[in-house]
């Protein structure tokens, strides 16, 4: 089963506007605890590359039935 980075990305300028964002990662990630050593490293660069957004929350886990906008 893959596993995903699920986060809540909010605008600096507006924090009341916030969207769902989701990455998939590959069939290497197959455990929560291998999704957890990728995910940081993952969410630093989105941050890095999405100065205007801020990460509220997140995690890791299985597709949920609404998954998201795909990064």
């Not at 596993?3 to 998939?24: K, N, S, T």
């Not at 940081?40 to 941050?47: G, L």
């Not at 590359?49 to 906008?69: E, L, N, Q, S, Y």
Request: net charge neutral; hydrophobic share 40%; proline share 8%.
């Amino acid at each position: 089963m893959l596993y995903g980075l699920y986060f809540m990305a909010c605008l600096v300028a507006g924090p009341v506007h916030c969207e769902q964002r989701v990455h998939i990662f590959d069939e290497s990630v197959t455990t929560p605890m291998g999704c957890l050593v990728v995910a940081q490293p993952q969410m630093a660069d989105w941050q890095s590359r999405h100065p205007g957004w801020r990460v509220d929350r997140w995690r890791c886990g299985k597709p949920p039935t609404d998954d998201g906008a795909r990064i």
